[in-house]
């Protein structure tokens, strides 16, 4: 029942890696063979696991082409110039045109390419709304918090309350975005939070509930209002200072309580799925991206010639 720890769960076992950054920095300029070099107990120890995947890509027998592969996957000449195809992509990180790609540059040749990859998938953008009866109530929707950015805006929850029960009960779920940090570039859906509520007021198409289990760092309280469709949720702090959840992480306690709203999804989704698009476009070879850039701009100078 504690959301802050089934949302960290969920993470894990969606695979997400988060190295030291010092250990991000350290290793980043390193080469394919000296990580491979290096003694098994430093390596397993100290060095990142995506420099590791990117250092045993490099030397396998199908490292290079699946590198071409890559380049070419962002407009990069890989299988017909394969070395000025690497010193293209060196400048476009702003790095030196060596040609020999270090790990980090591999770790981000493969996460740019599959980025590309990233499609828009429906998530309920459209799944939006309240129904109140004498007896029933339902609301689905997307949550927002109000004034700061949520952790995971791709998500969508239902609540289904039952007056002779005086129970509400609330589910959410999320697809989780991947970054570069991440094991694979690929969408997963985990579950945030499967509640019970209690229900504290019902009357006037009006409902307030209250968690029945309150052990988590924060006290969430549900405030219904169906005659103008607003739903929102307020979370205030469980605990007098910074609260650590099951897992270790610790919260920072909440200077004020924290709103979020039950709104339809559509214009969060898209937001979302632009932002993607936009930085993998920005991934593609600096060259293709001035090909784009002339082709918008005469096409628009046509246009301007046919308008006048």
């Known amino acids: 029942m504690v959301r802050t720890a089934t949302f960290f769960f969920a993470l894990v076992c969606c695979g997400y890696s988060y190295a030291a950054e010092d250990a ?12 491979v070099d290096m003694p098994e107990s430093d390596r397993s120890s100290s060095v990142p696991m995506m420099y590791i995947g990117a250092a045993n890509l490099a030397v396998s027998e199908a490292g290079d082409v699946v590198m071409q592969a890559n380049l070419n996957a962002l407009m990069y000449n890989g299988l017909a110039d394969y070395e000025a195809a690497k010193k293209a992509f060196q400048e476009d990180l702003g790095e030196k045109a060596t040609g020999e790609l270090t790990v980090h540059q591999i770790h981000t040749l493969g996460y740019r390419a ?5 499609t828009y998938v429906s998530f309920f953008p459209f799944d939006f709304g309240g129904v109140i009866t004498e007896s029933w109530a339902s609301v689905k929707g997307t949550a927002k918090i109000l004034d700061e950015r949520i952790a995971y805006p791709i998500n969508h929850l239902v609540i289904e309350c039952e007056r002779a029960a005086n129970r509400c009960n609330y589910r959410q779920i999320a697809l989780t975005l991947p970054d570069e940090t991440s094991w694979t570039q690929s969408y997963s859906v985990g579950q945030i939070a499967n509640e019970s509520y209690r229900i504290t007021r019902w009357e006037n198409n009006q409902i307030d509930a209250v968690p029945y289990e309150v052990t988590g760092c924060r006290i969430n309280q549900l405030s219904l209002n169906f005659n103008t469709n607003e739903f929102f949720e307020i979370a205030r702090n469980n605990t007098s200072g910074d609260c650590e959840t099951l897992l270790g992480v610790t919260l920072p306690r909440l200077e004020k309580p924290r709103m979020s709203q039950i709104v339809e999804g559509r214009d969060i989704i898209d937001a979302e799925f632009k932002r993607i698009n936009d930085e993998a476009f920005e991934f593609l070879s600096s060259d ?7 082709l918008k701009r005469e096409r628009l100078g046509s246009t301007a010639k046919t308008s006048q």
């Open 24 to 35: 991000v920095a350290r290793y980043r300029d390193y080469l394919p063979r000296q990580i």
């Open 114 to 118: 599959s980025r590309r990859n990233m």
């Open 288 to 294: 293709f991206r001035a090909r784009i850039a002339a």
